[in-house]
Nanobody
Framework: QVQLQESGPGLVKPSQTLSLTCTVS??????????WSWIRQPPGKGLEWMGV???????YYSPSLKSRTSISRDTSKNQFSLQLSSVTPEDTAVYYC???????????WGQGTLVTVSS
């Protein structure tokens, strides 16, 4: 059974870069036709998909966040990571990693981690 766990700082200062890592267990992030996403939910708002890294390392980003977002992976650790640059308080949110078969969408989710942007 695939499980995902987010990790990273819970507090980031404005203008800095937010960095989170998702550790995947029970399956490999390089398994063909699987994809791994980052999603966030600001307080009181809906879910926002941020971007994805596929099994072959290709990446796709939300157009609204593309200029500030980077998703990478470490296959030796079975992890994928999110970097969001130039953060503002509006980037305060619960950040989730999720993944699954490309054809099935986001089948498995991490528990989420709250990141607060504040000085």
């Amino acid at each position: 059974q695939v499980q995902l766990q987010e990790s990273g700082p819970g507090l980031v200062k404005p203008s800095q870069t937010l960095s989170l890592t998702c550790t995947v267990s029970g399956g490999s992030i390089t398994t063909s036709y699987y994809a791994w996403s980052w999603i966030r939910q600001p307080p009181g708002k809906g879910l926002e998909w941020m971007g994805v890294i596929a099994y072959d390392g290709s990446t796709y980003y939300s157009p609204s966040l593309k200029s500030r977002t980077s998703i990478s992976r470490d296959t030796s650790k079975n992890q994928f990571s999110l970097q969001l640059s130039s953060v503002t308080p509006e980037d305060t949110a619960v950040y989730y990693c999720a993944g699954g078969r490309v054809v099935a969408g986001l089948e498995v989710w991490g528990q989420g981690t709250l990141v607060t942007v504040s000085s």
